[in-house]
Nanobody
Framework: QVQLVESGGGLVQPGGSLRLSCAASGIFLNIRTMGWYRQAPGKLRELVATITSAGTTYYLDSVKGRFTISRDDAKKTLFLQMNNLKSEDTAVYYC????????????WGQGTQVTVSS
């Protein structure tokens, strides 16, 4: 059974930093693209960043230069380093294993709350 468990969320002041982690179990990650999504109250879930098995990254324009996605496949863990946080970054953050060729199933974590407020 595949499980994704996020951690590292919390309350931080504007300009502060947080590092989110997503620990995976029950699956090999070495060929899968993984990503972070977020959903703010009253808004649709949006893609924040992705990273392929080769290390190619993609970022939402509004987080470029502030967020860094990374992965440690040996430890089956996905990370999101978030710096210079803004109030508009407040949301529940979810990690996801994206579907790929020959692997149509996607997997989601349960989410971790990030609140940016003074």
């Amino acid at each position: 059974q595949v499980q994704l468990v996020e951690s590292g969320g919390g309350l931080v002041q504007p300009g502060g930093s947080l590092r989110l982690s997503c620990a995976a179990s029950g699956i090999f990650l070495n060929i899968r693209t993984m990503g972070w999504y977020r959903q703010a109250p009253g808004k649709l879930r949006e893609l924040v960043a992705t990273i392929t098995s080769a290390g190619t990254t993609y970022y939402l324009d509004s987080v470029k230069g502030r967020f860094t996605i990374s992965r440690d496949d040996a430890k089956k863990t996905l990370f999101l380093q978030m710096n210079n946080l803004k109030s508009e970054d407040t949301a529940v953050y979810y990690c996801k294993i994206l579907p790929g060729p020959g692997r149509p199933t996607e997997y989601w974590g349960q989410g971790t709350q990030v609140t940016v407020s003074s």
